[in-house]
């Protein structure tokens, strides 16, 4: 039984049982814009069914973003429930879980019932944006200096001070220990915990919220006395990969081992098994999220932010990151905002078109690194009579590899080490034209894998080392298939040319807009 309204499964007698009794891992991922759920043959090294349900956003004012953590949670479960259907497979079976989720994003709950008392606020959303500029006046070196981050409406403690400052029963809880805030990977590890309550995160979630110290690894004592947190009311800080405790049978049927909890963008470079220093991957998803392992000790760079790539037993690596906040998002919005196709496959074709002399500013939420802009706004430039849609969407595609390669030259500049090559995976990844331009601006070859969920597929390889299913990353290798390869095409002089030209357009429209 499936039950929606009591938030619980009974899978014990799942019909078309597999006879030989196989064992399997479950990951679960909780997405911006769907939570999906696959299981995987950890015997035969293969994922066997994946689950897609689409959650919703709430958008009360512009930028605000929002999601019902009610609904992320029926979602959850239902997109647990219907992967084991098609796979035929007990719950029985299931051996460990996973968990990977978007970051930065938080939730407040009641912990004595597990009610949430707010909607998730959404990485995404830029209500905080006054908080932020106040945060950067005073404390931006001192939150660089010990997080890695740069104060943005990104990360997870601005959204804590508007729930504070505007909701006061919330803080007032907080304080008391009766309210617990915490991001997506602490509230699911709470709910599939019952009546254990885990309260805990891993690393990777943790650097991502503003309060996290990168060098010992804790809560920055500093930084939680300047901002009023009280460290006792937050969760524990793990390991990515360790046991962090088993669902409650009274929710999924079995009482099953929690072996991973890791941020999606996280897993997603552990899913493209970029193990070693240098390695980079891009996520083209709601936004476009590059990473690069630069191995056991953190870099502090001026554009970029630093935080932890992945933690499992002794092991702990660090990453470069550089994040574009709309790229997948700017696709739904040339599609049902402009008007300007009625599908996907229609954008890719107009894509394959001459994009002219126009030239976009992915700034639709903002601009992220390398320059941490939330004043500027969306614009086209260079339009004239002649001027048609073709060219606009080509000139989007365009902002999407140009604002990707424009942070992988910073990356390549702090870290000292030349990228070989651009590891791919998202729901763009799928575009074969978007690909083929990012390889021609950087110059190098983009592999795009077999299996495009990394993120689901980076949770699954931190069980496996965390159940010690695997003992090596050597071992892993074996498991990630090459799809496609993309080279830099002949030719491409015009194509450079545009992208420097686009750099100064931009950084041109940044000075005016930051003059005004």
Partial sequence: ????????LELENTIGLNIMEDRYIISIDLGTTNVKACIFDFEEGRILNVSRISVPKVIPRPEWIEQDPVTLWKSALYALKDVLN???????????IGLANQRGSIVAWDKRDGKP?????????RRTDKIVQELAMTYKDLIKKKTGLVPSSNFSYPK??????????????????????????????WKLSGENKVFATDYTNASRTMLFNIWNLDWDDELLDIFGIPKEHLPEIRPSGTIHGYTDKNILGAEIPIACIIGDQ???????????????????????????????????????ITTIAWSYNKYLTYALEGSMYASGTLIEWLINNLGLASSIRELESMARSSGDNVFFIPAILGLGAPYWNNKIKAMFLGLNITTKKHHLVRAVYESIVFMIKRIIEEMEKDSKIKMRELRVDGGLAKSDILLQLQANILGTKVVRPQFLET??????????????????????????????EFH???????????????KK????????????
């Fill in 1 to 8: 039984m499936y039950c929606l309204g009591h938030h619980y």
């Fill in 86 to 96: 098609k796979s035929k497979i007990s719950i029985r079976q299931v051996e460990a």
């Fill in 117 to 125: 008392l707010y909607n998730v606020i959404v990485w995404q959303c």
């Fill in 160 to 189: 804590i001070r508007w729930l504070f400052e505007n909701i006061p029963k919330i803080k007032e809880g907080f304080i008391k220990g009766e309210i617990a805030i915490g991001t997506l990977d602490t509230y699911f590890l």
């Fill in 266 to 304: 996280q897993a997603a470079l552990f899913g493209q098994l970029a193990t070693l220093p240098g390695m980079v991957k891009c996520t083209y998803g709601t936004g476009s999220f590059v990473l690069m392992n630069i191995g056991n000790r953190p870099i502090i760079t001026k554009n970029l």
């Fill in 455 to 484: 993120t689901l597929l980076g949770s699954i390889y931190m069980v496996c080392l965390a159940m010690k299913y695997y003992k090596s990353f050597s071992e892993l290798e074996k498991l990630w298939k090459i799809d496609k």
């Fill in 488 to 502: 830099p095409e002949k030719n491409t002089k015009h194509f450079i040319q545009k992208y420097i030209a686009w």
């Fill in 505 to 516: 357009v931009l950084e041109t429209m940044i000075s005016i807009v930051d003059s005004i």
